[in-house]
Every structure is written in C-alpha cells, then in structure tokens.
C-alpha cells in the first residue's frame, strides 16, 4: 500500500495530541502531501536501481544524484499535471462506480480521528487486530504468509507435473482491501488471476514442456517443463498481462477521448483570453486553472528536453527529441490507466506499464542509433521519468478522491503536492545513493526485484535482442475481446499480471461483504453492516500497512525474529490457514453486531 494511511495516522495523532479543532482539512492536505513519498519511492525504485544494478557490468556508466532528483522530480510534475484535466471524470462523474479501496480506508482513518468515540472504536480495534496479525507474521513468522497446495505431496505433484498450483495471502490487509473493492470486481481480477494459472501455464507446460522459448530473453536455458508455475508466470504469462494493461489503456483513451477533448478545448479558451469558463464552479470542484496546467505541462516538457538533451543524451538533438515523444506520449496515454487501476482495486501496475516503456524506449532508441550502456542509461532514466509519471498519477487520484469526499478544495490539493514533490524527489535521491553504497541492489537485503527484472530485459533489448511480442500481442487481442463482451479489460489484465496469491484474497473480502449485507430481508440494516464492515477493512487495512512500516524498519536494523526452517515447514502453511480462518469469522460477526 501506498504511504497515504500511515501519514492519515500520523497526521490524526499529531492534530489530537495539540488538541486542534476542525483539523479534519489541514490533515487531508497534509495526507496528500506526504503521501507524495510513497509515489515518488515507488516511481524511482523500480527503475533507477538498475542503473547501480548495471554499472557492475559496465563501469563506464555513471549515475549522479541530480540525474535520480531531476527524472523524479520531473516525472512526478507531469503525472500532477496530466491527472489534473481527468479528477473530475474519476473522482466526480463516476462516483459510486469505482470503489477505491485505498481512498476508502484513508477517509475512514481521517473521519474516526475527528469525529472519535462510536466510529473510532471499530477502526482501531480493527487496525490493532490487523496489525498485530500482520507484525506476527512478518516480524516473528509464526504461521506463513501463504497458503498453498504444495502443503500436501498430492498439491506437490500437481505443481511439478501439471504446473496447477493454487495459493491464498493470509494477510489481514489484502483481506480488508478485497471487502473495500467488494465482489464483482474482485471476480473479475481474479478471474484474470486464473486464467493465466490454471489455464495458460499448464496449456504452456503441455505444449512447449520440451521447448526453450528464449528468443526475447537468452538468459533463459531451461525448458518450459522443466519450470515451476512461478517461472513460467515470471518469464512468459506474466507478459501476456502487460499486453492487456496496455491495450487497456489505448482501449481506455479512446473511450476518454470527449474528455480529453473537452479539456484540451477548456485550455485553449483560457489561452485565448476566455477566462470566464470557471466562474460558476462551486469550490469542492475548483481545480488549477487549464491555462496553468497547460502552461506548467509546455514547461514541464521543455526542461525533460534541456534534462535528456545536455545530460542523458550528450547533446544528441535526433535522440532528445524522440525520447521526449516517447516519454510524453506514453505518459498522458497510461495516467488514465493507472488511476483507473487505483480506483478499481488499489492497486497500481505501474511496473508492467514501465516495463513497456522500457521495451519500447530500448526498441525505438536502437533504431535511431542509440545502443550500448549509454543507450541503457538513457532508456533507464526514461522510464524513471515514466514511471514517476504513472506513480504519482494514480497515488494522486486517492488524494483527490478523499478530499472530494471530505470537502477539500482540490485547486489547494493540487498545488501543494507540488512542494511535496520536490522534497520526496530530493529525498530519494540521496537515500538510493546511500543504500547503494552501503548494501548495494544487487543481492541480500535490499535486492531490488522490478530493478533486477528491468536491468535483465534492458540489457539484452540494447544489444539487438527482441521482445516478447506475440506475449504483448495475445494480451491486446484478449483485452479487445474483453471489451466486445463488456467484461472490464483493465480489471481482468490487472489480475493476469498481479500473483495468484494477492488475487485470491480479494475475491474472499468480497465474498464477505456480499455476506453481511445480505442477511437480512431489512435493507437498512444490511447497509449498516456494510458501513461497519468498511470501518472494520479500513482498520484492517490501516493497522497492516502501519505494521508493515515498523516491520520493515526492523529488518532494516538488522532485527530478524523469523525462524526460515519454520517457515519452510507444510504446517506453518496449515497455521496460516487456521487463523486466517479465525480473521474471517471475526471480521464476518464484528461486521454483522450493529446496535
């Protein structure tokens, strides 16, 4: 999860302990301006590392502070930028439709801790009962975090022979994200989940079992039958989800193409001196003014050309200026994407979408003559940018959803995320420079998995290797398909490239939701358990990530309580099946005692 719900808390127990009244709206802006880390870690981690992951191989290759600052800051300015024009279609015309699971559990942490008494109750009984269950299972390991059919030698076979496996997250917080996102968009996603581990890897096992498919990637030398599940998810299904998101996306812009209209029309009546188009707005719906935006994204753009033109592209006019297409067109083109995955399950692929860009930018660069470790620095710092981009836009749209239900003004949102995103940029630079010199990307505790993965497709893409595209393309032509049948291709996508093991839970949190709000012949009381069963998910959800971070914070200490043999034992699985089924029956009779 995002950094939104341990700042919301943070910011909650700061206001209560100075005694201040009415904070309710300094802490949503305050919320937002912190969450700004947690999209601008997540933007710069998953590709910048690679470049410390690369410059093992290739000393020539140089990475500065200012290089990792500027692609961050930068990248996180325009996805401010190109998610303004589209808050009010996600947060307003489409309200009650999306369920935004984060922004739920959020607004519930910031309500509780200024209304108190009978709504905070719930919450933080909530919050301690998931996240004490989550620091127990990843601070002292006592039962697994997963639940899969290897626990027993029949599941085993089936695993090693016919690449069927089945697995579940115990953990509390997925639990209460899938009640949050509720049971036909958990359906959906896990629908996608399955169809791509009971179908596409046996279907692929039993096919190619005696081929190396490695055309798109040499390091691979085993056979697909000799591979578990996970390692024909990792190098082949997992691709075909990436197609889907992206074919998503264009699926996407197209059907959001009045709107993008209507601002792009909107910002050239104001260019144009007609300012009185926003007069009437009432304050809950005041954004930045289109010609500031318009004005901010042309800026925006200017100095990612000065940026890629005097620093990553040494002073190469033909390769800035396709960079800038690609970083530009692929920017404004997936916002729309990820705050539509944000919105439906709280989630944001921005990996798979920067994995994309890495791919195209690699293939395209080559072409034009940039190749080598000067192409891959370039490439990399591109996708950064990207990824940035993306990240910020759909953490941003969780800000946005939340003061929209608080009554913020967004205009004021809006503009201090800007000052949140020039201290985070600033921020991670330094601390990636750190951690790499102290422990280093490459292995051990700080492996940085998406980095290693982006670095591994990378390498070979600039040397004139080619990519999966028949993968990306069976994705597309699935995803088109989806469409023509009126089943949501971003949420089916989205379950296809997330692990089997956190979709599983999503639909369970759904079903419990349908549950409670439907025991009863009386509409208002199912309503009411529903409400209680948001507040319970919330806490859920709120306590987990909170633990996590103190967690986390541990093992970084060097503080590691978790016996691995333990772990590796079938019975901390069937442990971890027990209590999560105790969390459920808790969750399901809590959610159901209303007075």
């Known amino acids: 999860f995002e950094a939104a719900i341990p700042i919301a ?3 909650v127990g700061v206001s209560g302990a100075a005694k201040r009244k009415n904070a309710l709206g300094e802490n949503v802006i305050i919320q937002s301006i912190g969450a700004c880390s947690g999209v601008i870690v997540a933007g710069a981690i998953f590709t910048l590392p690679a470049l410390y992951i690369l410059q ?6 140089t990475v500065s502070f200012m290089q990792v600052f500027i692609s961050s800051l930068l990248g996180g300015v325009l996805g401010i930028l190109f998610l303004i024009p589209f808050r009010k279609y996600f947060v307003s015309d489409m309200h009650g439709k999306y369920p935004f699971p984060e922004a739920t559990a959020t607004t519930q942490v910031l309500i509780s801790g200024e209304k108190g008494g009978s709504q905070a109750k719930p919450l933080l009984m909530a919050g301690m009962i998931g996240g004490l269950y989550d620091f127990i299972v990843a601070t002292f390991g006592w039962w697994n975090e997963n639940f899969t059919t290897r626990v027993c ?11 069927l496996v089945f697995k579940v997250n115990t953990g509390a917080a997925v639990l209460g994200l899938g009640y949050i996102v509720g049971l036909k968009y958990a359906s959906i996603i896990c629908a996608g989940s399955l169809a791509v581990w009971w179908i596409i890897i046996p279907g692929m096992s039993a096919i190619w079992g005696d081929s190396v498919l490695n055309a798109w990637n040499p390091e691979i030398t085993s056979t697909v039958g000799m591979m578990s599940p996970e390692e024909i998810f990792k190098y082949y299904a997992k691709s075909i989800g990436i197609g889907g998101i992206a074919m998503a996306g264009v699926i996407g812009i197209i059907r959001s193409w009045g709107i993008i209209k209507r601002a792009v029309g909107l910002a050239a009546q104001e260019m144009g001196g007609k300012g009185n188009v926003e007069k009437n707005i009432i304050r809950t719906q005041r954004d930045l003014s289109m010609k500031i935006i318009a004005i901010g994204s042309i800026i925006t753009l200017i100095l990612i050309v000065l940026f890629f033109y005097f620093d990553v592209m040494q002073g190469n006019l033909v390769h800035t200026l396709v960079a800038i297409v690609l970083v530009a067109g692929i920017s404004f083109l997936f916002t729309t994407v990820a705050a539509n995955a944000i919105a439906i399950v709280g989630t944001n692929p921005v990996s798979g979408m920067t994995l994309m860009t890495l791919i195209l930018a690699s293939v395209v660069m080559v072409a034009v003559g940039l190749r080598g470790p000067s192409g891959m620095v370039a490439a990399l710092v591109m996708g950064g940018v990207v990824c940035t981009a993306l990240s910020m836009a759909g953490g941003f749209i969780t800000d946005l959803k ?7 003004t967004p205009a004021k949102q809006e503009t201090w ?26 292995s051990g505790a700080l492996a940085a998995p998406q980095a290693n993965a982006m670095a591994a497709v990378i390498e070979p893409l600039m040397s004139g290797v080619g990519a999966p595209w028949l993968l990306y393309g069976i994705g597309a032509v699935l995803a088109i398909i989806l469409t023509l049948c009126k089943i949501p291709a971003l949420a089916f996508a989205l379950g296809m490239f997330i692990p089997l093991e956190l979709n599983v839970p999503l639909v369970v949190g759904g079903a419990v939701n349908w549950y409670v709000t439907s025991r009863s012949k009386d509409a208002a009381l199912n309503t009411e358990r529903g409400e209680k069963g948001t507040l319970l998910a919330s806490g859920f959800i709120a306590g987990g990530a909170l633990m996590g971070v103190i967690s986390a914070a541990m093992r970084f200490g060097g503080v590691n309580l978790v016996n691995e043999a333990w772990l590796n034992n079938t019975w901390s699985e069937v442990l971890a099946l027990g209590a999560y089924a105790l969390l459920i029956l808790y969750f399901i009779k809590a959610s159901m005692k209303v007075k």
């Open 9 to 11: 808390i943070i910011a």
């Open 56 to 61: 093992v191989k290739y000393p020539e290759m």
């Open 153 to 163: 030698s029949a599941g085993e076979m089936l695993a090693e022979k016919a690449k």
């Open 402 to 408: 939340i003061g929209y239900w608080l009554g913020s």
């Open 417 to 442: 995320k800007f000052l949140g995103t020039i201290v985070s940029a600033a921020t991670v630079g330094g601390v990636m420079i750190i951690l790499n010199k102290t422990y280093g990307f490459t």
